[in-house]
Antibody, heavy 120, light 111 residues
Framework: QVQLQESGPGLVKPSGTLSLSCVVSGDSITSNYWWTWIRQPPGKGLEWIGELFHNGRSNYSPSLKSRVTMSVDKAKNQFSLKLTSLTAADTAVYYC?????????????WGQGTLVTVSS | QSVLTQPPSVSGAPGQRVTISCTGSSSNIGAGYDVHWYQQLPGTAPKLLIYVNSNRPSGVSDRLSGSKSGTSASLAITGLQAEDEADYYCQSYDSSLSGWVFGGGTKLTVL
């Protein structure tokens, strides 16, 4: 059974940097999937942040591209998200997920999500 | 404003059938990109319900079905049960945005 688990600080300051990790178990980070970050502001809908492949290829949301960096740690079987220049609008539950089919593009496994609050 | 438009809410009595629409455009659903549906119960992560327009993952009830036509897709739930009360999201790809997009979500209330 594939499982994903997010981790990282729950509170970050405005103008700071958010750093989250997602550990994958039950599958290898080097398998033929894209690994994804998705967020959900409180009471709102889902927003795609970006995705990366184990070889370092990545795709980011145009609206966040200037502030996002994703990376893979094969040794730890995990991938990470960095989001800079934070504002209150970045407060959200952040999910990591596996993109099952790069053409059809659906998410079959999700982490439980981690709430990140941007506040001083 | 979401690229994929869903009604904010739908409701139905137990046993009834409800449908949730997902309206896109020529740069996403209308361009032939597949549509997928997720259910999100309060405080939990989304769960895949329908993939590639009309396919159900193992373990998902056959009371749920999906369809796609033109620039729209829909999710139908028959034999409505209290446990179906949740938020539902559609998802596809948008070529203008060069990325994956979600609908704004629909809250299903079982009366």
């Amino acid at each position: 059974q594939v499982q994903l688990q997010e981790s990282g600080p729950g509170l970050v300051k405005p103008s700071g940097t958010l750093s989250l990790s997602c550990v994958v178990s039950g599958d290898s980070i080097t398998s033929n999937y894209w690994w994804t970050w998705i967020r959900q502001p409180p009471g709102k809908g889902l927003e795609w942040i970006g995705e990366l492949f184990h070889n370092g290829r990545s795709n980011y949301s145009p609206s966040l591209k200037s502030r996002v960096t994703m990376s893979v740690d094969k040794a730890k079987n995990q991938f990470s998200l960095k989001l800079t220049s934070l504002t209150a609008a970045d407060t959200a539950v952040y999910y990591c997920a596996r993109l099952n089919d790069s053409l059809a593009g659906y998410y079959d496994y999700w982490g439980q999500g981690t709430l990140v609050t941007v506040s001083s | 404003q979401s690229v994929l438009t869903q009604p904010p809410s739908v409701s139905g009595a137990p046993g009834q059938r409800v449908t949730i629409s997902c309206t896109g455009s020529s740069s996403n659903i209308g361009a032939g990109y597949d549509v997928h549906w997720y259910q999100q119960l309060p405080g939990t992560a989304p769960k895949l319900l329908i993939y590639v327009n009309s396919n159900r993952p193992s373990g998902v009830s056959d009371r749920l079905s999906g369809s796609k036509s033109g620039t729209s897709a829909s999710l139908a739930i028959t034999g409505l049960q209290a446990e179906d009360e949740a938020d539902y999201y559609c998802q596809s790809y948008d070529s203008s945005l060069s990325g994956w997009v979600f609908g704004g979500g629909t809250k299903l209330t079982v009366l």
